[in-house]
């Protein structure tokens, strides 16, 4: 089969490689679509990841396809079947999974490898997150399942209410899925960026203001007039940066909440005012990742159509132009790319 193979800092090469085995429980599915995302953007400016990839290596993480083989075991999959898959899956037996924390498993087991023509599915994964998706949902809307269950968990966490003003700082692909999220909720949506076309795309996605912090003097003052002058209900930090880790808390007012889901650098800090976090009594909260759960919900979603996909994938490429869909990530040219790998 032909596979993207990761061996270094913005070193990949397209390749001839054997097609996966199938191992009892597993599943071998024939990959029609993959999107970029950010967290692949990254393992391709690093050459590798520590916790997941260490090249030489397939990758890619957003997915689906059609059931290729089946091995012994599996009942609920056949050959043919569409099918989507989520990027990991918890033990359900170690002490954060038996108090209900998935995505806190000591234990999670990762899945790499979609920007190949095959991937193999692994037992655990088959049986808690692969699902079968409805005849008029597409390949490549499909493979949104795993951002969407991501900022689902992150919404979920939020306690939204209808009415309720909410900013998102970041309007890259999981701000964007935020800012849908938001609105299904019935907020008042506030989206921050300092790209422009990604404030388009904002806009596209149903935000009822957009702030360019580049264009402002102060961003935490402008989101505190946009609500009222008090800040808002809810804060989502979708950047990965503590500096605006710092902004979100600021933007929010008193009794709100707080959710930090981008994912900063290894080793960094941020500070926060113990005076307004007591006397305000905020609820700040981190949130990572996703749960059989949430993907389960997520999928709901796209099929009901609740999910607008044509502001999350903005184009489409074969196998062979993958570094130059990365590199548009990059550069933040359009959200996300579908590779097609047939
Ligand atoms: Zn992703
Ligand atoms: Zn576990």
Redesign the pocket.
């Known amino acids: 089969m032909k596979a993207a193979i990761l061996y270094g800092p913005k070193d990949v090469r397209l390749e001839e490689i054997g097609t996966p085995k199938v191992g009892p429980g597993e599943v071998l599915v024939k990959i029609e679509a993959a999107l970029t995302?950010g967290?692949d953007a990254k393992v391709f400016l690093r050459g590798g990841h520590p916790r997941m990839i260490t090249p030489p290596a397939v990758f890619g993480?957003?997915f689906a396809g059609v059931v290729e083989k089946v091995s012994d075991g599996v009942e609920r999959f056949r050959a043919g079947m569409k099918v989507v898959v989520a990027n990991s899956a918890p033990c359900n037996q170690c002490f954060y999974c038996r108090r209900g924390r998935q995505s806190l498993c000591e234990d999670l087991l990762f899945i790499n490898g979609a920007y190949a023509q095959y991937v193999n599915i692994p037992s655990r994964i088959v049986k808690q997150n692969m699902h079968i998706i409805h005849e008029d949902l597409s390949f490549k809307e499909a493979s949104l399942l795993?951002?969407l269950a991501c900022a689902l968990h992150g919404i979920e966490e939020a306690n939204i209410t209808a009415g309720d003003t909410v900013v998102i700082n970041g309007a890259g692909p999981i701000g964007l899925l935020f800012i849908q999220l938001a609105k299904l909720k019935g907020a008042y949506v506030i989206s921050c960026d300092m790209v422009g076309e990604r404030l388009d795309m904002a806009e596209k996605s149903g935000a009822d203001e957009i702030v360019n912090v580049s264009e402002v003097d102060d961003e935490v003052e402008t989101v505190r007039k946009l609500s009222g002058g008090f800040g808002v209900d809810v804060g989502i930090e979708a950047v990965g940066n503590p500096s605006v880790w710092e902004k979100t808390v600021s933007m929010v007012r008193k009794g709100g909440t707080v959710i930090l889901f981008g994912g900063c650098a290894p080793g960094t800090k941020f500070t926060l005012d113990t005076e307004f976090i007591h006397y305000g009594e905020l609820t700040v909260k981190g949130v990572f990742h996703h749960t059989p759960y949430y993907v389960e919900k997520a999928l709901k979603l796209l099929h009901l159509g609740k999910i607008n996909t044509s502001c999350l994938i903005t184009g489409e490429m074969p196998l062979g132009k993958l570094e130059e869909a990365l590199n548009k990530i990059i550069s933040h040219q359009g959200v996300k790319t579908a590779i097609i790998p047939w």
């Open positions: 995302c967290t993480h957003e795993e951002p």
